[in-house]
């Protein structure tokens, strides 16, 4: 078995994101990691899966991996990565993940414009629901539904005053068991481990949610043997001489 | 004043902990970041929230809360609703905003404790 080490930035929106830039379209995500490194892209737009796909089939052509995934906020107002290897299970999940959420229409002057795009980047079409809301469903369940569909399940930048799991809850609720916590580049997985006690013994990534092309970074490093969920997942739990490591 | 006193102010009703029922309230506290509970309530305060997850009971726990009140007409997850009545801790239910809740408390003479700023 030959490992190596990609770097990785598992928390990256698109134009899809009405907080995003409308420059986050496929080609210049891709584009942008390759340029960086960036060997294993993991997309998480806000409450919606819409675009993953078609940056996963720029990314193949480029020999970017791409994890599909969103970033859903559940009624805590906590945000948590849900990564799938299956587009069925991805989709399956956002059905349920649109379901829970409040019908509100998304007020483009205010909020920002809901791209769906196709891989070349071209809009196909807007969202009309405001993806910007709380689902009504709970953090435990996120988690127990995520894990029944194969998923990967990692609370999202949990050093952050807002959006936050240990801001919000205050601690990692019994029962999760989250498969990583993600942390903010400006705090890094060291500091954050002296900071914040609750998350000992979890593995955390650190990724740069990144709402335009500057941001993107490989700030963790996963050894694998080759790109893949699978791969990741068996880093997250440091097994089969797959882990994380420093970028 | 008794946590069972607050029932008919805020029209609420007893999810889970009823044991506590004659816990003393001596302070009030709204949030619903429950890191900031953990960081500024005080024991024997009656908190203010629309967070109904698990961890704010265990919160309640570790801060020595009189009672929690959920607002807002939020439904309390069963998890919670389950440690509350092992914690004996009261978990009250309003139908009422959580300001209304709040105003209704000061007017009965509670108070944020000096210190919880």
Same mark, same amino acid.
């Given at each position: &078995? ?5 770097? $990785? ?5 698109t134009?899809?994101?009405?907080? $995003?830039?409308?420059? &986050? *379209?496929?080609?210049?995500?891709? *584009?942008?990691a ?24 720029v ?10 995934? &969103? #970033?859903?906020? *559940? ?13 069925? $299970?991805?989709f ?7 379901? +829970?959420?409040?019908?509100i ?7 920002? #414009?809901?791209l ?11 969202l !009309?629901?405001?993806?910007? +809301?709380? $689902? ?23 050093? !952050?005053?807002?959006f ?22 400006? *705090?890094?997985?060291a ?9 000992a ?6 990724s ?8 993107? !970074? ?30 | ?26 302070g ?19 908190w ?6 698990q ?6 726990? @570790?801060?020595? @809360? ?9 439904e ?11 914690? %004996?801790?009261?978990?009250l239910?309003?139908? @009422? ?5 709040? %105003?209704?408390?000061y ?11």
């Amino acid at each position: &078995m030959l490992v190596e080490v990609y770097l $990785a930035d598992l928390h990256v929106h698109t134009a899809l994101s009405p907080c $995003a830039e409308a420059e &986050m *379209t496929p080609p210049a995500i891709v *584009t942008a990691a390759a340029e960086r490194g960036v060997r294993i892209l993991g997309i998480c737009d806000h409450n919606s899966a819409e675009n993953a796909i078609a940056v996963a089939e720029v990314g193949e052509a480029a020999g970017v991996a791409v994890m599909v995934g &969103m #970033e859903v906020q *559940t009624r805590e107002d906590v945000h948590v990565l849900t990564f799938f290897g299956d587009p069925g $299970a991805l989709f399956k999940w956002q059905e349920e993940v649109y379901a +829970s959420l409040p019908d509100i229409d998304n007020d483009e002057q205010r909020f920002g #414009e809901e791209l769906i795009l196709d891989s070349r980047g071209a809009v196909r079409g807007r969202l !009309r629901r405001l993806l910007l +809301s709380s $689902a009504s469903m709970g953090i435990d369940h996120v988690g127990r539904r995520v894990r029944q569909l194969g998923g990967l399940v990692v609370p999202a930048h949990v050093d !952050r005053p807002s959006f936050s799991l240990i801001r919000n809850l205050g601690f990692i609720p019994p029962g999760l068991q989250p498969d990583a916590v993600e942390v903010s580049p400006r *705090t890094g997985a060291a500091r954050a481990r002296d900071l914040f006690p609750q998350i000992a013994g979890l593995p955390v990534i650190v990724s740069s949610d990144a709402h335009r092309l500057d941001d993107i !970074r490989g700030h963790t490093g996963f050894l694998l043997e080759r790109p893949s969920f699978d791969e990741v997942r068996l880093a997250l739990a440091s097994t089969g001489g797959r882990e994380i490591v420093p970028a | 004043m008794r946590v069972r006193d607050l029932l008919d102010v805020l029209e609420c009703r007893v999810e889970a902990g009823a044991a506590g029922l004659d816990n003393e309230v001596k302070g009030g506290y709204a949030s619903d970041l429950l890191s900031d509970v953990m960081a500024h309530a005080g024991e024997g305060d009656v908190w203010v929230t629309v967070q109904a997850h698990q961890n704010v009971v265990a919160v309640a726990t @570790l801060v020595s @809360l009189a009672c929690v009140v959920v607002a807002g007409g939020v439904e309390c997850e069963p998890e919670a609703a389950r440690r509350a009545e092992e914690e %004996g801790i009261p978990l009250l239910r309003s139908r @009422l905003p959580a300001f209304e809740v709040v %105003g209704r408390l000061y007017v009965a003479g509670i108070r944020a404790r000096p210190g919880a700023d």
